[in-house]
């Protein structure tokens, strides 16, 4: 295949269309239900007031905003694929943003702008909790100003969403790559977003992977639950073509949400008994490199004891009866063992690890 005959293939994977719109517009779409800027969003995309109160002051000013990219699910309804906060917050300032719950939220009142200082307790509409307001003109203007909005069609492969969220900068504050995918998750089936969000706050997986409080607001437990669920079951010859860990989730993403309930409920199990089994054989300590010479653990947490002792316990589940002790006493082999030993990884890929761990921990962990 030559680079047109490519070219040809992926553009037929992506139907778009283009148009402005004004905020007029766009906010009786939402009003009306026909454009979905999902509320789960607001946890996943971290904008501070002076961030939302610049954007105001952009669109009074008739300041340009970048393209707001949505796609349009089987419905018809439009899904908002980059531009989330674009939209929530100048819905929050007209007073019509609901939440997940669909009540809605406080109007937004602006902070400190650059140039605008009289912007600041400013309100859409007069307000209890404003200094001011827009004037019915200026309501009107800002009602008028108008967005270019990029509409994936329904008919573009789903894949596409995911390398849309992946290329396009958002207006503000940038996403981590698992933040991409839970944006692409919710889109695709709210349904299994739910599922992930719940299995990655399970308390024991919490405890055990102990992770900063920074890579939690980052979905990075999401991830780790996301690459236990892929990883567990992959055969050597799924393992071997893994290449790029962040492109191997995503690919495996879209074929998640065809897992139905039945299925869903048997990686729950494996997924919870595996922390509760960790847990109790030492928690944190599970999933921390350990130097055999001292006898202790030592530094935060290891992907290298993740793959090899996390999806190891989870590889022989439901069916072994693996003893929490067993697995403790088990783990001083892996930091033992000369592929393992510290700088083992230095320049390797993820992929190039993995090959190694996960093998490694099955046969360790097996009955």
Same mark, same amino acid.
């Given at each position: 295949?030559?680079?047109?005959?490519?070219?040809?293939?992926?553009?037929?994977?992506?139907?778009?269309?283009?148009?402005?719109?004004?905020?007029?517009?766009?906010?009786?779409?939402?009003?009306?239900?026909?454009?979905?800027?999902?509320?789960?969003?607001?946890?996943?995309?971290?904008?501070?007031?002076?961030?939302?109160?610049?954007?105001?002051?952009?669109?009074?000013?008739?300041?340009?905003?970048?393209?707001?990219?949505?796609?349009?699910?089987?419905?018809?309804?439009?899904?908002?694929?980059?531009?989330?906060?674009?939209?929530?917050?100048?819905?929050?300032?007209?007073?019509?943003?609901?939440?997940?719950?669909?009540?809605?939220?406080?109007? !937004?009142?602006?902070? =400190?702008? @650059?140039?605008?200082?009289?912007? /600041?307790?400013?309100?859409? *509409?007069?307000?209890?909790?404003? +200094?001011?307001?827009?004037?019915?003109?200026?309501?009107?203007?800002?009602?008028?100003?108008?967005?270019?909005?990029?509409?994936?069609?329904?008919?573009?492969?789903?894949?596409?969403?995911?390398?849309?969220?992946?290329?396009?900068?958002?207006?503000?504050?940038?996403?981590?790559?698992?933040?991409?995918?839970?944006?692409?998750?919710?889109?695709?089936?709210?349904?299994?977003?739910?599922?992930?969000?719940?299995?990655?706050?399970?308390?024991?997986? !919490?405890?055990?992977? =102990?992770? @900063?409080?920074?890579?939690?607001? /980052?979905?990075?437990?999401? *991830?780790?639950?996301?690459?236990? +669920?892929?990883?567990?079951?992959?055969?050597?010859?799924?393992?071997?073509?893994?290449?790029?860990?962040?492109?191997?989730?995503?690919?495996?993403?879209?074929?998640?949400?065809?897992?139905?309930?039945?299925?869903?409920?048997?990686?729950?199990?494996?997924?919870?008994?595996?922390?509760?089994?960790?847990?109790?054989?030492?928690?944190?300590?599970?999933?921390?490199?350990?130097?055999?010479?001292?006898?202790?653990?030592?530094?935060?947490?290891?992907?290298?004891?993740?793959?090899?002792?996390?999806?190891?316990?989870?590889?022989?589940?439901?069916?072994? *009866?693996?003893?929490?002790?067993?697995?403790?006493?088990?783990?001083?082999?892996?930091?033992?063992?000369?592929?393992?030993?510290?700088?083992?990884?230095?320049?390797?890929?993820?992929?190039?690890?993995?090959?190694?761990?996960?093998?490694?921990?099955?046969?360790?962990?097996?009955?």
């Amino acid at each position: 295949m030559d680079l047109e005959e490519e070219i040809e293939m992926y553009r037929r994977k992506i139907a778009t269309d283009t148009y402005p719109m004004s905020i007029g517009e766009l906010s009786n779409l939402y009003r009306d239900g026909e454009i979905d800027i999902h509320p789960e969003f607001q946890r996943i995309f971290r904008w501070e007031s002076s961030q939302r109160s610049r954007l105001i002051e952009s669109v009074i000013l008739g300041i340009p905003l970048p393209s707001v990219f949505v796609a349009q699910n089987e419905k018809g309804v439009w899904d908002v694929v980059d531009g989330v906060q674009r939209m929530s917050t100048i819905f929050q300032f007209m007073g019509i943003l609901k939440d997940e719950n669909n009540e809605p939220h406080d109007p !937004l009142i602006c902070s =400190d702008t @650059p140039f605008l200082t009289q912007l /600041e307790g400013c309100s859409f *509409e007069p307000h209890r909790n404003s +200094i001011r307001s827009l004037s019915a003109t200026q309501r009107l203007d800002f009602k008028r100003a108008r967005i270019d909005m990029k509409i994936i069609k329904r008919e573009s492969d789903n894949r596409a969403k995911y390398d849309l969220f992946q290329r396009l900068n958002s207006f503000g504050s940038m996403a981590t790559p698992q933040e991409l995918r839970n944006c692409l998750l919710v889109s695709l089936s709210k349904k299994h977003y739910e599922w992930l969000a719940k299995i990655s706050s399970d308390e024991s997986f !919490l405890k055990v992977i =102990d992770l @900063p409080r920074r890579l939690i607001k /980052e979905q990075y437990h999401m *991830e780790l639950a996301l690459r236990f +669920i892929f990883l567990r079951k992959i055969d050597s010859a799924g393992l071997a073509s893994v290449g790029n860990i962040g492109d191997f989730l995503a690919y495996e993403l879209v074929q998640f949400v065809e897992w139905g309930d039945a299925r869903l409920e048997g990686e729950r199990e494996a997924f919870v008994k595996t922390f509760d089994i960790l847990l109790q054989a030492g928690g944190p300590d599970m999933l921390r490199r350990f130097n055999p010479e001292r006898n202790r653990t030592e530094g935060p947490f290891s992907l290298t004891a993740f793959e090899a002792i996390a999806l190891g316990v989870g590889f022989h589940l439901p069916g072994a *009866e693996l003893s929490p002790e067993a697995v403790h006493d088990r783990r001083a082999s892996l930091w033992s063992n000369d592929r393992f030993t510290a700088g083992h990884a230095s320049g390797m890929s993820s992929d190039q690890r993995m090959k190694r761990t996960i093998p490694f921990g099955r046969s360790l962990l097996s009955v």
